[in-house]
């Protein structure tokens, strides 16, 4: 699984904007369980737990409330992504074990992931290696999944005498269907790599070096639209049924007084023109 060093080169051929550090409140604050780079317009976060195959403790949880809490203040893309060949194995077991009702009651990774999903811009998951249980909920909290050949990814909660309560139950069944969902949340069904991109779970698949890679090419993408209108575009996607479609029309109303909305459209209209009249100047030459 790349690590920080790789997650580094990968922004090597990116635009001088994404280059320049940030150097915003994250890239000032301390992490024992996590990596953190701070870019202009994105936030690239490594699971970094690699004696436990980066279990989800309760330290980790903490340390990704902070990084949620800065991108809350400050949204930016946010990529996930582990290190040393496994993208996360799942919450702590030995945490885990210790943990009574009270405990599942604060719902202590179901509040994080919940938030993950939440963030106003999108979040990336780039998936290497086993991504289990809490760690495939972590992923199924993403707006978008991309992985490896080697991703292994499931939730066997139910062979440690509990359930998937962190996401899974609900999440997986809108993101892959009841069918398979019931596979894997009932039988412990683990997808390999190329089943997972069968079933959507994954969109695309890279070899590990250039998973990162793959990442940020994404979030260019997604830094080539207007933040605002993505912003709004993802709160509007995960509204209810019943807010629509009242909701998607106060959200154009926004847009549709945004800056942005004007210079951009007044940009493609201006490139139209321009592609119209080297078009006609051609014409008139071949015909002359």
Not at 75 to 96: N, R, Y
């Amino acid at each position: 699984m790349p690590g920080q060093e790789n997650a580094n080169q990968d922004g090597a051929n990116q635009d001088s904007t994404n280059q320049d550090s940030a150097n915003g409140h994250l890239s000032t604050q301390e992490f024992s369980t996590l990596l953190v780079e701070e870019r202009g317009d994105r936030v690239v976060v490594l699971l970094n737990r690699p004696d436990v195959r980066n279990a989800i403790d309760q330290q980790m949880v903490d340390e990704l409330h902070a990084v949620c809490a800065e991108l809350e203040k400050d949204p930016k893309v946010l990529i996930i992504a582990g290190t040393e060949g496994v993208f996360a194995s799942g919450a702590d077991i030995a945490q885990l074990r210790e943990r009574r009702r009270d405990d599942a009651l604060q719902g202590i990774n179901s509040t994080i992931f919940v938030r993950i999903a939440k963030l106003p811009m999108p979040v990336i998951a780039a998936l290497d290696g086993y991504c289990l249980g809490g760690g495939a909920e972590l992923a199924y909290a993403a707006d978008f999944r991309i992985g490896t050949p080697a991703v292994r990814i499931g939730n066997p909660e139910t062979g440690l005498g509990i359930l998937a309560a962190a996401g899974a139950s609900w999440r997986l069944r809108e993101l892959v269907g009841e069918p398979v969902a019931k596979e894997i949340l009932l039988a412990g069904r683990v997808l390999k790599a190329e089943e997972a991109l069968a079933v959507n779970l994954v969109t695309e698949l890279h070899e590990a070096a250039e998973l990162m890679g793959a990442a940020h090419r994404l979030a260019d993408r997604i830094a080539r639209q207007d933040p605002l209108a993505v912003r709004i575009t993802k709160s509007v996607f995960h509204a209810p049924a019943e807010a629509h479609p009242l909701i998607d029309q106060l959200a154009q109303g926004i847009l549709f007084e945004s800056q942005a909305k004007f210079d951009r459209m007044q940009a493609f209209l201006d490139k139209k023109s321009d592609k119209k009249k080297n078009t006609d100047s051609t014409t008139d030459r071949t015909t002359s």
